[in-house]
T-cell receptor, first 111, second 115 residues
Framework: AAGVIQSPRHLIKEKRETATLKCYPIPRHDTVYWYQQGPGQDPQFLISFYEKMQSDKGSIPDRFSAQQFSDYHSELNMSSLELGDSALYFC??????????FGPGTRLTVL | AQKVTQAQTEISVVEKEDVTLDCVYETRDTTYYLFWYKQPPSGELVFLIRRNSFDEQNEISGRYSWNFQKSTSSFNFTITASQVVDSAVYFCALEIYNQGGKLIFGQGTELSVKP
């Protein structure tokens, strides 16, 4: 069965650089979620999209933005990266009101 | 405010022992969902179960079982006859119905199963 695809799987950036994370949801899933998991922490909700519209927003820094495209894939754009942005970033997808399935995550390291 | 608490930070057992992971949640909403996810050392989050707030029936799936008690706001997870492959961090999570679907995670319990 198809799963959520995230790219890249690993990313190393310098402080103040920009990063773009991509997420390809499971086919026919209309909702995408982004979560950030710091080292030894639980995942924290960042933002979600339903049918290409932002549906909810969590603790997402203003330096971050995201969108969902017409093919339902989503991108998380992160600018002016800080050391504290180093984390595992998960994308999850669901069909409306059903359980979320998570991608393998993108491990971002900011040096 | 909604909150999920997993008081056990780490648990270590020997293979074939039974182990129960505790989860206590807080919410004033009457309609919600509870989840368990497994995060093995490779890092991915694996969905295990979803329960809605109106279904208190316990569930068993192979060596896994879940005990949902609204009276104590708990949703505990038991692994019977644990195996080394069960070693992982386990997260309990809460989703409030009709609030966009975001998951509120507990802090996680790291389970180590030794041979």
């Amino acid at each position: 069965a198809a799963g959520v695809i995230q790219s890249p799987r690993h990313l190393i950036k310098e402080k103040r650089e920009t990063a773009t994370l991509k997420c390809y949801p499971i086919p026919r899933h209309d909702t995408v979620y982004w979560y950030q998991q710091g080292p030894g922490q639980d995942p924290q909700f960042l933002i979600s999209f339903y049918e290409k519209m932002q549906s909810d927003k969590g603790s997402i820094p203003d330096r971050f933005s995201a969108q969902q495209f017409s093919d339902y894939h989503s991108e998380l754009n992160m600018s002016s990266l800080e050391l504290g942005d180093s984390a595992l970033y998960f994308c999850a997808s669901s069909s409306r009101l059903n359980e979320q399935f998570f991608g393998p995550g993108t491990r971002l390291t900011v040096l | 405010a909604q909150k999920v608490t997993q008081a056990q930070t780490e648990i270590s057992v020997v293979e074939k022992e039974d182990v129960t992971l505790d989860c206590v949640y807080e919410t004033r909403d009457t309609t919600y969902y509870l989840f368990w996810y497994k995060q093995p050392p490779s890092g991915e989050l694996v969905f295990l179960i979803r329960r809605n707030s109106f279904d208190e029936q316990n569930e068993i799936s192979g060596r896994y079982s879940w005990n949902f008690q609204k009276s104590t706001s708990s949703f505990n997870f038991t692994i019977t006859a644990s195996q080394v492959v069960d070693s992982a961090v386990y997260f309990c999570a809460l989703e409030i119905y009709n609030q966009g679907g975001k998951l509120i995670f507990g802090q996680g319990t790291e389970l180590s199963v030794k041979p």
